[in-house]
């Protein structure tokens, strides 16, 4: 099983930055896909969220009108298209998967796979 994140780097405020996740080695098909960041410091936060097959998508509010999660099925990818990005978007950036239905709250356990992250900086 492999969650392999790409795309992230240094920008400038105002800038935009899209990130993939490539999927492999599980039943992508049938999980549901979301994003989470860490920033320094602080602990994990899930940013957004597309339910299997994408019949709906969910943002924090931090992040609404500003950011979309899509995925290409055949391609087993999953993007985190980040737009007018501020300093406090900085953090690494984490793909993961569940089976699972999403709640609004989950423990990191509770997500199947989880990738190696990527980093966003914002400056």
């Known amino acids: 099983v492999q969650l392999v994140e790409s795309g992230g780097g240094l920008v400038r405020p105002g800038e935009s930055l899209t990130l993939s996740c490539a999927a492999s080695g599980f039943a992508f098909s049938n999980s549901h896909m979301y994003w989470a960041r860490q920033a320094p410091g602080k602990g994990l936060e899930r940013v957004a969220v597309?339910?299997?097959?994408?019949?709906?998508?969910e943002y924090t509010d931090s992040v609404k009108g500003r950011i979309t999660i899509s995925q290409d099925i055949p391609k087993r990818t999953v993007y985190l298209e980040m737009e007018s990005l501020k300093p406090e978007d900085t953090a690494t950036y984490y793909c993961a998967a569940s089976y699972r239905p999403p709640i609004a709250t989950m423990e990191p356990y509770e997500y199947n796979y989880w990738g190696q992250g990527t980093q966003v900086t914002v400056s």
């Open positions: 597309i339910s299997r097959l994408g019949k709906y998508t």
